[in-house]
């Protein structure tokens, strides 16, 4: 049973293009989530996704990030014209059901020149 | 809100010594209590777990159990290698909100 998937696992953008990164969960698992991390920090919460559906946006910024998990393919984080703050490493995990245990893929290192 | 307070660290160990890595949260409800850890380069692997009051988890020698009485989570292992090297972080799950993150602890093992 193949685990969380990420690709690509390292990205890099120039300031104002735009970042597709990809995540497919778990064999079973239809809850994806989307977490950045910082670097020398802990991960935030940026988003829940079941399929077709956004649960919670709460820590995603309001502008220049989406999110969208479809009917079918991986769940894709978009950041449009990207600025150097962008700059961390996106983590996406799944669960089979909300509050079940979390797993995590391997993360997309995004580089903002 | 929830939290998540893990000690600080770079934390740097001989082999064989014993390792504490303290964690207390904040949390209404009742929360599940994480460990995952971070190898250099790697996405989070989760280490172990516990879901209730008094429950202990464990995995590869290491333990934490979840003290409801005193907020904590520590994890601990008997005898670390060098391979165990690596970021330990804590985390919580309550009711819903999605997992909360202490910052982590860098642990160094040197042989």
């Known amino acids: 049973n193949a685990g969380v998937m990420q690709n690509p696992r390292h990205l890099v953008r120039r300031r104002g293009q735009e970042a597709r990164l990809r995540c497919s969960p778990m064999k079973g698992h239809s809850h994806v989530y989307w977490y950045r991390q910082l670097p020398e920090e802990g991960l935030k919460f940026m988003v829940y996704?079941?399929?077709?559906?956004?649960?919670?946006e709460s820590g995603m910024p309001k502008e220049r990030f989406s999110a969208e998990f479809p009917k079918e393919g991986p769940s894709i984080l978009r950041i449009q014209q990207v600025v150097r703050g962008d700059s961390a490493a996106y983590f996406c995990?799944?669960?089979?059901?909300?509050?079940?245990?979390?797993?995590f893929g391997p993360g997309t290192r995004l580089l903002v020149l | 809100g929830d939290s998540v307070t893990q000690m600080e660290g770079p934390v740097t160990l001989s082999e064989e010594a014993f390792l504490t890595i303290n964690c207390t949260y904040t949390?209404?409800?009742?929360?599940?209590l994480f460990w995952y850890v971070q190898y250099p380069g790697e996405g989070l692997q989760l280490l172990l777990k516990?879901?209730?009051?008094?429950d202990k988890g464990s995995n590869k020698g290491f333990e934490a159990t979840y003290r409801k009485e005193t907020t904590s989570f520590h994890l601990e292992k008997g005898s670390v290698q060098v391979s165990d090297s690596a970021v330990y972080f804590c985390a919580l799950l309550s009711g819903n909100t999605p997992l909360v993150f202490g910052k982590g602890t860098r642990l160094s093992v040197i042989a």
């Open positions: 995990a799944s669960s089979p059901n909300w509050g079940e245990t979390q797993y």
């Open positions: 996704l079941q399929k077709e559906n956004i649960i919670d």
């Open positions: 949390a209404t409800g009742y929360p599940s």
């Open positions: 516990a879901t209730k009051a008094d």
